[in-house]
């Protein structure tokens, strides 16, 4: 996040680093019916 901070600017790797992360994160819970969240397929970027 500094690179943010720093730059301004968001680049290509800091963006995989954060959607990387936000997948680790999701996979820590689970969904009502056993699932965990993080299993399905990313969302499309719009």
Same mark, same amino acid.
Do not use: N, R, W
């Given at each position: 996040?500094? =690179? *943010? %901070?720093? $730059? $301004?600017?968001? =680049? &290509? &790797?800091? @963006?995989? +680093?954060? +959607? &990387? #992360? *936000? #997948?680790? !994160?999701?996979?820590? !819970?689970e969904t009502a019916? $056993?699932?965990? @969240?993080?299993? &399905? /397929?990313? #969302? #499309? /970027? %719009?």
């Amino acid at each position: 996040m500094t =690179s *943010i %901070k720093e $730059g $301004g600017k968001m =680049s &290509d &790797d800091t @963006l995989t +680093a954060v +959607a &990387d #992360a *936000i #997948a680790e !994160f999701k996979k820590q !819970f689970e969904t009502a019916d $056993g699932k965990l @969240l993080g299993e &399905d /397929a990313p #969302a #499309a /970027a %719009k």
